[in-house]
């Protein structure tokens, strides 16, 4: 069965580690907000100036003035710093964030991420994704594995304008976690109930399956 948001997000949280600077995209990406393991201490980073993100408020906590790039309400980690957006890019082109974790429309087995703009269609610009692309060495997208139409969004080559070229190390969709290494896409888990021919069926790219494909677990 493929995954919910949730679950995905909660996946995407089992690869942060304890020290770590995240940068959380919009969409799926900031879910992991509430699924950060209680082991660790990791630093959420949002581009519009907060460095210390915590989860999503409760009702009760709801603060209107504070929220994250994607206009949602956050709440603030011990430690955490308000600043300007100069400040939080400078950061970030610094290469002082060490995970980013992204949306994308389309990934392709040489690594690239086309993430924000379909033609004909308006669109507002390409927010920070650039410089997030540019300015991390482990940067994981999340997504689901197809569009909506049924058609593979992992690709041998991305037909629509690419955010960044030969960047992306891990996709984590709803059928799957996956690699990038040598020009493929390489299985390294299913999702629980996800049969292996079901992912290469909808993946595109050029896909290799290793013997020992786990199975995804949450904990």
Do not use: W
Not at 122 to 146: P, Q, R, S, Y
């Amino acid at each position: 069965m493929a995954l919910s948001r949730e679950q995905i997000a909660q996946r995407v949280a089992k690869e942060f580690n304890d020290g770590d600077y995240v940068n959380l995209g919009i969409g799926i990406p900031t879910l992991a907000a509430n699924y950060v393991p209680s082991d660790i201490d990791v630093m959420l980073q949002s581009e519009n100036g907060l460095l210390g993100m915590g989860p999503y408020p409760t009702a009760d906590e709801v603060d209107a003035d504070m929220i994250n790039a994607g206009k949602e309400t956050v709440t603030t980690a011990t430690g955490a710093a308000i600043f300007s957006s100069a400040e939080s890019f400078a950061m970030i082109r610094g290469g002082h964030v060490d995970v980013t974790v992204l949306g994308a429309f389309e990934v392709d087995q040489e690594g690239n991420i086309a993430s924000y703009m379909i033609p004909g269609k308006l669109v507002k610009g390409m927010g920070g994704a650039m410089d997030l692309v540019a300015g991390a060495e482990n940067i994981i997208v999340t997504m689901t594995h197809a569009n909506k139409h049924g058609e593979s969004k992992l690709l041998s080559k991305c037909t629509l304008p690419l955010t960044g070229v030969n960047c992306i190390t891990k996709i984590i969709t709803d059928l799957a976690v996956l690699e990038i290494s040598e020009g493929a896409f390489v299985l390294k888990e299913t999702a629980p109930g996800v049969s292996i021919e079901e992912i290469q069926e909808k993946t595109a790219g050029k896909l290799i399956v290793p013997a020992d494909v786990k199975e995804m677990t949450f904990s």
